[in-house]
């Protein structure tokens, strides 16, 4: 779960059941309820990532294709184009397809003056994953998600993997 917060607070992944209270907590901290959340980008669709949804029923979503408010659903193709979140002046938000780990994986680009964070969900499992290639034996698409990762490892400064802490791209 990443939150990026701004004139428009926007959560990345939600977590599973079991991280309902944390959540909760997490965002109390920071002043925040869930009402304040604008925007959910779940990077997929399993339940470790999307199970604490139901906690913000006025958010917009943002799954697969589809992008969805108050039970109205829209369709993006990601794959087509990016596409651009409501984001602070001296920032940019773009959500992006990155598939492999499933076929319908969204990355969400941050960015800032500092430079560029990727928030991947399970693009990237961890700092360490790719040695030995730990991720591929989760992947859908090795090929597809190899070629993501690429990709990302391009644009970014800075990742957020789906079950670690953020690192730094190293060149």
């Not at 779940?42 to 294709?65: K, M, Q, R, S």
């Not at 794959?79 to 990155?98: C, E, K, N, Q, W």
């Amino acid at each position: 779960m990443t939150l990026i917060r701004g004139q428009v607070n926007i959560l990345v992944d939600t977590g599973d059941t079991s991280q309902h209270a944390a959540l909760l907590e997490a965002l109390h901290q920071r002043d925040l309820a869930p009402e304040l959340i604008a925007f959910v980008v779940n990077t997929h669709g399993h339940l470790d990532h999307v199970g604490c949804n139901a906690l913000f029923p006025h958010a917009t979503f943002i799954l697969d294709d589809d992008i969805a408010r108050d039970g109205e659903y829209h369709s993006h193709s990601f794959a087509d184009a990016p596409f651009l979140l409501p984001a602070d002046p001296d920032a940019s938000i773009t959500v992006i397809a990155t598939p492999g780990h499933t076929d319908h994986d969204r990355s969400v680009l941050v960015t800032t003056p500092g430079g560029v964070i990727a928030i991947v969900g399970d693009l990237f499992e961890c700092a360490n994953d790719d040695t030995p290639d730990v991720w591929s034996r989760w992947s859908h698409d090795a090929e597809r998600q190899r070629r993501s990762r690429a990709m990302v490892r391009g644009i970014a400064d800075h990742i957020v993997p789906g079950h670690g802490a953020i690192f730094p791209v190293r060149s």
